[in-house]
C-alpha cells in the first residue's frame, strides 16, 4: 500500500519559519508532480505549491517569495519550506502525489494525513 506521510507542523510566532516534510513509502513504480495544499477553517482546500519530477515549481500568490517547495526524488520525499509565517497562514497542510504503484502502475493521486500549522502570537 502506497502512503504519504507528513510531519514537521508546529505553532510558531509571526516572522517565524517551519520545514515541513512528506515521504511516500510502499510499492512504488514511478512518482510524478508532488504538491502542498492547505486548508483553513471554514475555507476551501487551496493548492499551495507544485514541483514536478524534474524540479519545476509553481507557487499560490499568497505565498511567492516565502515558501519554498523541493523534493529528493531518492528519498520519495517533498518539502515546504515556509519563511516570513503570518497569521494567515494557519491551516492544515497536506501533500499530494501523482504516484503510479508497482501492482497497476496506474497513476492516481495519494493525499497524506494533513500537518496542523498555527501562526499566532
Known amino acids: 500500500q502506497v502512503q504519504l506521510v507528513e510531519s514537521g507542523g508546529g505553532l510558531v510566532q509571526p516572522g517565524e519559519s517551519l520545514r515541513l516534510s512528506c515521504t511516500a513509502s510502499g510499492s512504488i513504480f514511478f512518482i510524478n508532480a508532488m504538491s502542498w495544499y492547505r486548508q483553513a477553517p471554514g475555507k476551501q482546500r487551496e493548492l499551495v505549491a507544485v514541483?514536478?519530477?524534474?524540479?519545476?515549481?509553481n507557487y499560490a500568490d499568497s505565498v511567492k517569495g516565502r515558501f519554498t517547495i523541493s523534493r529528493d526524488n531518492g528519498e520519495n520525499t517533498v518539502y515546504l519550506q515556509m519563511n516570513g509565517l503570518k497569521t494567515e497562514d494557519t491551516a492544515v497542510y497536506y501533500c499530494?502525489?501523482?504516484?503510479?504503484?508497482?501492482?497497476?502502475?496506474?497513476?492516481?493521486?495519494?493525499w497524506g494525513q494533513g500537518t496542523q500549522v498555527t501562526v499566532s502570537s
Open positions: 499530494s502525489a501523482g504516484i503510479a504503484p508497482t501492482d497497476t502502475k496506474y497513476f492516481r493521486d495519494y
Open positions: 514541483i514536478g519530477r524534474s524540479g519545476t515549481t
